[in-house]
């Protein structure tokens, strides 16, 4: 099958706790099975590139083939356990990851380069959360190499943010949107102001920007000052794990089947309300295009011009 677009990323196994005792254990989850329910909403030529231990329960690998995923790229790791971890949510619905599984060996065993299809390479777009910035640099290289026309999002880890922005000031040249939630987006650049978080990443070579502001939807900017506000599509609110990463696939999807800017944003928050809408994987038998159309309309009513 040919592969259009890829998460580089990982998988992560969610036992899921609300403030009142309710819980949902063994769910799919992490960066990478988020990233592909967004980009689903668009496409069905999907490759997820993550590492796995042999514990992986068999119905996991059934449940993302039937939902249309490539797994040529899952790569089973030889005395690793598959990274779990607890998602506990507060009153106040802030959730708090602790992982119950080793944070080193979710380091040491990732997925690299070298585990990649040859298919995945020809895709048009890859999702990437994943790495330190070294790394980040060497797989984006290696990919630009192999396609000049490859779009890359880059949506920072949490270790990214300890890092220096001299890393930043190399990677981000070289990618087609990166998209930092507003806390990572003060962390990294140092400011707390849009237009003075936005102006220090576009001097450091990013063409785009999107600011994930959780229910108050997004900012996204271009280097060349256009910009947007785009409010959180309304829906019932099941879970809100993994609603960002939800994000990232779908702009990636818009802006690899080379839809404007804007378009490609408006997917994005499409594909969030969808992820917001279950645990895990959606049970679609296929996409939901109708809804997804619907729900474009009714935001591009609401989006704004943005003067920073």
């Known amino acids: ?27 799919p989850g992490g960066a990478g099975t988020h990233a592909l329910v967004g980009m689903r909403v668009w496409s069905d030529r999907l490759g997820y590139a993550a590492a796995m231990g042999s514990d992986l329960d068999a119905a996991h690998r059934a449940s993302l083939e039937r939902f249309g995923v490539d797994l040529s790229g899952l790569v089973l790791r030889d005395g690793y356990s598959t990274a779990r971890a607890w998602q506990v949510f507060e009153p106040d619905e802030r959730r708090i990851e602790i992982f119950r599984t080793s944070l080193d060996d979710l380091g040491r065993f990732q997925v690299t380069k070298y585990d990649l299809p040859d298919t995945y390479y020809q895709a048009r777009g890859f999702h990437l959360q994943w790495g330190t910035l070294e790394q980040l640099e060497e797989l984006i290289i290696s990919l630009r190499i192999k396609n000049h026309d490859l779009t890359i999002i880059w949506e920072p880890t949490a270790d990214n943010l300890e890092e220096q922005s001299a890393g930043y000031q190399k990677i981000l040249p070289y990618v087609n949107l990166f998209t930092p939630d507003m806390g990572e987006a003060e962390m990294i650049t140092g400011h707390s102001n849009p237009k003075q978080i936005c102006e220090t990443l576009f001097s450091w070579g990013v063409p785009l920007v999107a600011i994930r502001m959780g229910e108050k939807g997004s900012l996204v900017i271009k280097s060349s000052g256009e910009g947007w506000t785009l409010p959180a599509v309304s829906t019932a609110i099941v879970d809100v794990t993994g609603a960002g990463n939800a994000y990232c696939g779908g702009f990636l999807t818009g802006l690899g089947d080379g839809l404007s800017s804007l378009e490609a944003a408006m997917r994005a928050a499409v594909s969030a309300s969808f992820a917001l809408e279950q645990f895990g994987l959606p049970d679609w038998q296929s996409a939901p295009i109708d809804e997804a159309n619907k729900r474009l309309t009714w935001l591009r009513e609401r989006v704004k011009p943005l003067i920073l």
């Open 1 to 27: 099958m040919t592969i259009d677009y890829v998460t580089f990323s990982n998988l992560i196994i969610d036992d899921i706790v609300f403030p009142d005792g309710k819980t949902f254990m063994n769910i």
